[in-house]
């Protein structure tokens, strides 16, 4: 009896086979394939979670946040790796736009070394240049026009699209031509690396004769703590 209700409960089950598997074809038409949420970031395949995820079109994606942890190579600067806790932005052409380092890391330019931080904040250029970054510590800025050695900077920094500094902030005072800069505020360059303003450390008196014989002087004083714009010899401009 046993050996009957076993052989009638196996043909069962392979009689209901071909029926569960139409139904499970029917849900596959009905509902279409699972939606893939790979896309090509930094030329490789990468995987998204689907919170938050936006797209350009099916192929491309806009945001999102990584499945995991992700390193991708970002060209003449090395590898990096990406946070999957905040969301990753990407260009149009599949570029990173800008994302939250998961790992300190390190990048290498015209300028010297630079160290960022964990879980910093990083931007790029479409042409896949740094634009701003979170620096880990202090760190030294070589090849600074007008400047005798090295440039403490901490904070943040933002380039150039050419990788020229454009915002830093000293971490002490700086001497750059003439003028004493002060630590802690914003310092503004052009794309050649020279300074276009800056707030001034000290107060600066200039004496200028005046007059068809020279005979009379004119005081000008620029105080401290003052933002002026410089122009590209360094002069200050009126």
């Known amino acids: 009896m046993k050996k009957k209700l076993a052989l009638l409960i196996f043909l069962s089950a392979v009689m209901a ?30 995987g998204f979670q689907k919170k938050g995820l936006k797209k350009y079109s099916k192929r491309k994606v806009k945001t999102g946040y990584l ?31 800008s994302g939250y380092l998961y790992q300190e890391g390190r990048i290498r330019n015209n300028n010297g070394r630079l160290y960022l931080r964990r879980m910093g904040y990083i931007t790029f250029y479409d042409n896949g240049m740094i634009r701003t ?32 500094p454009l915002y830093i902030y000293p971490a002490d ?12 505020r914003m310092l503004k360059f052009r794309n050649n ?32 703590g003052r933002r002026y714009r410089f122009d590209e010899k360094g002069r200050i401009r009126k």
Do not use: C, W
Request: aromatic content about 10%; overall charge positive.
């Open 17 to 46: 086979l071909p029926a569960a598997m139409d139904q499970a074809h029917a849900r596959k038409s009905l509902f279409g394939k699972k939606k893939s949420r790979n896309f090509v970031v930094n030329g490789q395949k990468t």
């Open 67 to 97: 499945k995991r942890p992700t390193t991708f190579n970002v060209g003449s600067y090395g590898k990096m790796t990406f946070t999957d806790s905040r969301p990753l932005n990407v260009f149009t052409n599949g570029r990173i736009s």
């Open 133 to 164: 970054a979170s620096l880990n510590g202090i760190n030294y800025l070589r090849n600074i026009p007008r400047v005798r050695g090295r440039l403490s900077v901490r904070g943040s920094i933002t380039f150039h699209d050419n990788g020229i």
């Open 173 to 184: 005072d700086v001497q750059i031509g003439k003028y004493l800069f002060a630590r802690g």
């Open 193 to 224: 690396g020279t300074v276009e303003s800056g707030i001034l450390a000290k107060d600066y008196v200039y004496k200028k004769k005046k007059g068809i014989l020279k005979l009379r002087k004119k005081k000008k004083k620029f105080k401290a």
